[in-house]
């Protein structure tokens, strides 16, 4: 996610445009009522989510890799093995994720490449059909 223009991590803001991101979309997934099922497979607390994600989006942005630092190599399809996560579960997360970037109000060049990004990651998160 970057390119000669600078990387994706500074046009989103640096770590506090990261922040805001990810505070936007689980506060978007904790309250609207269609992304409850995803909602669901995630711990009540949601704080370490919050952690995480941010982390890992600051390195997968082009910016520290704060993720690697703590965990190592993401493995992040292996993560995510012990939830079922089929076409649903990837477009709920998407459409949350979608919202997020628009609440944030980042330009709009910019929001569609982040989700052609997020949306292969998220593509190659599904373990299970349908
Ligand atoms: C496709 C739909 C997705 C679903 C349903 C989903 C769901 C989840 C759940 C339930 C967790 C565990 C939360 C916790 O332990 O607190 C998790 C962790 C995580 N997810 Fe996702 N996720 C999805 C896609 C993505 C995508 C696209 C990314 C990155 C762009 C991502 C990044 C992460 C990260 C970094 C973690 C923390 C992993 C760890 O260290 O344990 N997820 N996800």
């Not at 890992?56 to 630092?69: K, Q, R, S, T």
């Not at 709920?92 to 990651?121: N, V, Y």
Request: glycine share 12%; proline share 5%.
């Amino acid at each position: 996610m970057s390119d000669q223009g600078g990387s994706a991590f500074e046009a989103v803001g640096g770590e506090a445009g990261v922040r805001a991101l990810v505070d936007t979309f689980y506060d978007l997934m904790d309250m609207v009522e269609r992304y409850q099922p995803i909602r669901a497979l995630h711990p009540p607390d949601l704080s370490g989510s919050r952690d995480k994600l941010f982390w890992f989006l600051c390195g997968w942005l082009g910016g520290p890799a704060h993720y690697v630092e703590r965990f190592g190599h993401p493995r992040l399809r292996a993560r995510h093995l012990p939830y079922a996560i089929g076409i649903a579960e990837r477009d709920q997360w998407m459409s949350c994720m979608g919202e997020a970037l628009s609440r944030r109000g980042l330009p709009a060049d910019l929001i569609e490449r982040l989700k052609e990004a997020f949306h292969g990651t998220a593509d190659w998160m599904r373990n299970r059909s349908g």
